[in-house]
């Protein structure tokens, strides 16, 4: 008898090596299936951010434009009383006048750019807002 002790071989695969060669067994619907999940998962987080972006955003506008109605309403409360104020002359008069119509229309003008910016920003939140229940959505 031998007092020798065999060794038996054993020939394993390292991890890398099987993880490695595992990327090259996938199938093809395998190989989709990952990249639009990668797709779907990086889209999402960006679309989040674009929303919470557009959300500040459309909150910073309505206060801009709250700001905007309450100087519309300044100037014309201004013009009311501009109407029938006693002036120096007939010519300060109808200047002080003036002056108050063109506040108001410079307040009113404000008021629709600050309006069509809300408007602008609300468009744009509902159309990635559905893009997101999109990207969500399961079958």
């Given at each position: 008898?031998s ?7 054993v ?7 099987a993880?490695y ?5 996938k ?22 951010l674009v929303i919470?972006?557009l959300e ?18 300044k ?14 002359d007939?010519?300060?008069y109808v ?17 629709l750019e ?9 468009t744009?939140l509902?159309e ?10 399961t079958?």
């Amino acid at each position: 008898m031998s007092t020798k002790k065999e060794v038996k071989e054993v020939k394993g695969q390292s991890k890398f090596v099987a993880n490695y060669v595992a990327e090259f067994n996938k199938s093809g619907e395998q190989m989709l299936t990952e990249q639009a999940e990668n797709f779907v998962e990086d889209s999402i987080i960006a679309c989040e951010l674009v929303i919470d972006t557009l959300e500040n955003q459309l909150k910073t506008n309505t206060t801009k434009l709250k700001r905007a109605n309450n100087e519309l309403i300044k100037a014309k409360s201004n013009l009311s009383k501009r109407r029938f104020e006693i002036a120096n002359d007939f010519d300060n008069y109808v200047e002080r006048l003036n002056q108050a119509k063109k506040d108001v229309s410079k307040a009113k003008k404000v008021v629709l750019e600050w309006t069509n910016q809300v408007s602008e920003v609300e468009t744009q939140l509902t159309e990635y807002n559905a893009i997101f229940e999109d990207l969500n959505a399961t079958v």
